[in-house]
């Protein structure tokens, strides 16, 4: 059964069985060993038509191509805005369960609070909680899922959204240009832009080294544009999770990873960021991630196939068909997991019961 809230969990000794990962799963590296690895991109001058542009379009899109992550400074989302939305959202996440759960969106209500799972279906829990809005296409809000406490995060989640949809569209017209396109393709290809606002609180954890505070994935959508504290946490990995990378927290800056309908759009020539959250036994943190997604029956297909290359997707598809695709493959990975598992300790079992049956003489023959 899913805990309500993390709250008391938190305060435990040892960590509650339900978050336990299978070995394999758990964090290779410290969640504060930082990696210089991602660039970070200043966003000054990228209007500027015959000045820095061609520059600052060159290192963006090398970091797509090579990671499929960089972060972004001087973008022009207002230092106070952002210091306010992350100070509201502390505030949220500090109040006592019983007012979180007045938003509880477990039973498939659309936004709102939730100890969150990574898939439907699968057993292991993460170590966080969430907030999630629904904030794009505005016609689509239902302010009664929106948190009305703290008072004024609701105003400030507003102006928020708007800002980052504008900073997302700009970061695609990078894109769409680099693709030989014209400057709004991929924003027309999402047909009428999508906009999730997920707001994760990752509380401090008794055996951080058991679990993850988000289990690892690709984003499902075009791009992603991250806010996080000082603490650390967020990791990646481009060599199939074999090696893994902490990236070093920046103040102010934008985390912007692309996601899998922006990995097809461009026929795979830019990365789908795979990566993961871990936590730690010090203290809690805190991330924003503000998801741009294409409308649900728009097409994902490339938009262009370079020469000497082959479609990465056999036929177009809708990108609700694409999200499905994902699901179920994610779903029939960890069946196929815990069947492996459960085989594994039915060797075991009769490998012993067998030993049993034997005469000394003959074990140790
Ligand atoms: C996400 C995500 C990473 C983080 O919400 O999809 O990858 O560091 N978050 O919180
Ligand atoms: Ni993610």
């Not at 105003?155 to 030989?180: N, P, R």
């Not at 409308?295 to 056999?314: C, D, M, Q």
């Amino acid at each position: 059964m899913a805990p309500a809230t993390l709250t008391a969990l938190a305060e435990e000794k040892t960590l509650n069985p339900s978050f336990v990962r299978d070995e394999d799963e758990r964090p290779k590296v410290a969640y504060n060993q930082f990696s210089n690895e991602i660039p970070v991109i200043s966003l000054s001058g990228i209007d500027e038509v015959e000045g820095k542009r061609a520059e600052i379009c060159k290192k963006i899109v090398e970091a797509c191509e090579d990671w499929g992550i960089f972060q972004v400074i001087d973008h022009g989302v207002d230092a106070e805005l952002i210091s306010k939305m992350t100070r509201l959202a502390k505030e949220f996440f500090a109040l006592p369960p019983e007012e979180k759960l007045r938003f509880d969106m477990s039973g498939g209500k659309k936004g709102g609070f939730i100890v969150s799972s990574h898939l439907q279906g699968e057993s292991v829990q993460d170590w966080r909680e969430i907030v999630t809005y629904f904030s794009y296409p505005i016609r689509n809000r239902d302010y009664s899922r929106w948190p009305d406490k703290p008072e004024g995060w609701i105003e400030a989640t507003k102006e928020y959204s708007d800002k980052l949809m504008g900073l997302a569209c700009k970061l695609l017209e990078v894109l769409s240009e680099a693709m030989g396109l014209e400057k709004e393709a991929l924003t027309k290809a999402c047909v009428d832009m999508d906009q999730k606002v997920v707001v994760n609180y990752y509380p401090k954890c008794p055996q951080p080294d058991l679990t993850l505070g988000l289990k690892r994935h690709t984003d499902p959508g075009t791009i992603t544009l991250l806010l996080q504290d000082q603490v650390g946490g967020l990791q990646a990995t481009r060599d199939n999770g074999k090696t893994w990378i902490t990236v070093q927290p920046v103040e102010g800056a934008f985390v912007v990873n692309l996601g899998d309908h922006g990995h097809y759009l461009s026929n795979g020539r830019f990365k789908n960021a795979d990566h993961q959250a871990v936590v730690n036994s010090n203290c809690s943190r805190l991330s924003i991630a503000t998801f741009q997604n294409p409308a649900p029956e728009a097409t994902v297909y490339p938009l262009k196939i370079r020469e000497g290359e082959k479609p990465v997707l056999e036929e177009p598809i809708t990108f609700a068909e694409m999200y499905r695709r994902k699901m179920s493959k994610d779903l029939e990975l960890a069946r196929l997991k815990k069947q492996a598992k459960e085989q594994q300790l039915q060797d075991l079992e009769k490998a012993k019961l067998e030993a049993e049956a034997k005469p000394i003489e003959e074990i140790l023959a």
